[in-house]
């Protein structure tokens, strides 16, 4: 449930200040939040489904803010650009630092999920 309001915030944010406008030098783009971590070997089969449901939505949340943040920086440039301003490298460096962390926020949340299901299939399937 906590995943439907999360991509209904960001579509309304997606649709009340598009990712290329030039307000963006805020920082407009949401880190999601990671899933917590579960123990597969104690939950039934409807929670196995919502906590793989609640990894994938994390990824996939997590591909939008890392999209964001490469649209932010550009937005940037551009606005420098119209503005005959020199861009600031920081703002690209801080995206970077912070798209490289999010990629690694997925993979640990991917492990978490496929740790939480061979835990679950190994305490619950007939070995």
Known sequence: MRAVFLIAALLLGAILVPCGSGALAQGLCVEPPMPL???????SADQ?????ADA???IAQSGL???CLINEVEAAKTQAAAASQPFDPAIETSARAKVEASQKAQEKAGA???GAMAAYKNAHLPN
């Open 112 to 114: 978490a999920a496929n």
């Open 56 to 58: 994938r939505n994390f």
């Open 48 to 52: 196995m489904r919502a906590a793989m």
């Open 37 to 43: 971590p579960v123990d597969g070997a104690g939950l």
């Open 65 to 67: 803010y890392q999209e």
